[in-house]
């Protein structure tokens, strides 16, 4: 069983679908963490929880809304998305947030296509 | 701003040794990282560089050059299994990572 876990690994859905991506963490961190991944760019970091509360939001649009209703547990809800969006979206995990050192442990992510 | 540059795409034949370059700006510095992401799957802790010089892991070794502000990984050995992407991120002043768009190394027999 991997450290963390993401469901569903693939998703379609029409701009005015709503679903969600969950992420389970199994290692006891205490920082979750989501990123988008589209084909030849860097990682984008979307959003941060900490102690399950949110600590960062990097200008995310609010057609994205995250939910950490623990620290093990992490969700991504989606609702009216555009097809710029259609991208890997990656959740990870580190022992705790602030340190230099600190590695992240990611998930095998969410391909999504919006149509 | 602020910027991680590494090359797309690198081809190399297995049995040899390839090197991948990471060179980068950034606002302060706190360590660099490098991760392995096979296609489809997660990025997996490489390596982690906050001193110059090189360290060395089994095939795989990074070094780092903080006042050239440069990066490198070195894949000895190569297997059929090192094709992947390899990406390069970097710690910036406030603990932010920056990260590269990451190399595909494709590995030929």
């Known amino acids: 069983e991997t450290g963390v876990t993401q469901t569903p690994r693939h998703l379609v859905m029409g701009m005015t679908n709503k679903k969600s991506l969950k992420c389970e963490q199994h290692?006891?961190?205490?920082?979750m963490y989501w990123y988008k991944q589209s084909a030849k760019k860097p990682l984008e970091l979307m959003f941060v929880?900490?102690?399950?509360?949110?600590?960062e939001n990097n200008s995310v649009p609010s057609r994205f809304s995250p939910e950490c209703p623990n620290s093990s547990h992490l969700f991504l809800h989606l609702h009216t998305l555009q097809p710029e969006d259609s991208a890997l979206y990656l959740c990870?995990?580190?022992?705790?947030?602030?340190?230099?050192?600190?590695?992240?442990?990611f998930g095998s992510g969410t391909q999504l296509s919006v149509l | 701003g602020q910027n991680i540059d590494q090359p797309t795409e690198m081809t190399a034949t297995e049995g040899a040794i390839v090197q991948i370059n990471c060179t980068y700006q950034?606002?302060?510095?706190?360590?660099l990282f490098w991760y392995q992401q096979h296609a489809g799957e997660a990025p997996t802790f490489l390596s982690y560089?906050?001193l110059d010089g090189l360290e060395e892991k089994g095939r795989f070794s990074s070094f780092l050059s903080r006042s050239k502000g440069y990066s490198y990984l070195l894949l000895k050995e190569l297997q059929m299994k090192d094709s992947a992407s390899y990406l390069c991120?970097?710690?910036?002043?406030?603990?932010?990572?920056?990260w590269g768009a990451g190399t595909k190394l494709i590995i030929k027999p």
């Open positions: 991120a970097v710690v910036d002043s406030n603990y932010q990572l920056i």
């Open positions: 990870a995990s580190s022992q705790d947030r602030g340190a230099a050192n600190e590695k992240l442990f």
């Open positions: 290692l006891g961190h205490n920082a």
């Open positions: 950034t606002s302060g510095f706190n360590g």
């Open positions: 560089n906050v």
């Open positions: 929880y900490n102690f399950k509360e949110q600590t």
